[in-house]
């Protein structure tokens, strides 16, 4: 749960602010969207790797 700490004379835009902010760094919404549906652990294992593989070949200068 998340505390918002307000002063009296602030604004309500300014709490809200404040909240989407926090909310965002906490990234409840990611970890919604992720548990939505579930994928194995070899996929996950596979999109990690052609990520790595990507990484390389642009430090490498291979796509230009």
């Not at 919604?32 to 070949?57: C, D, H, M, N, W």
């Amino acid at each position: 749960m998340l505390i918002i700490v307000s002063k009296d004379c602030e604004n309500i835009d300014k709490a809200l602010k404040k909240y989407k902010k926090k909310f965002e760094k906490s990234k409840v919404l990611l970890q919604l969207r992720e548990r939505q549906s579930f994928t194995k652990p070899s996929i996950k294992r596979r999109g990690e790797v052609l990520k790595a593989v990507y990484k390389q070949q642009l430090a490498a200068g291979k796509f230009d």
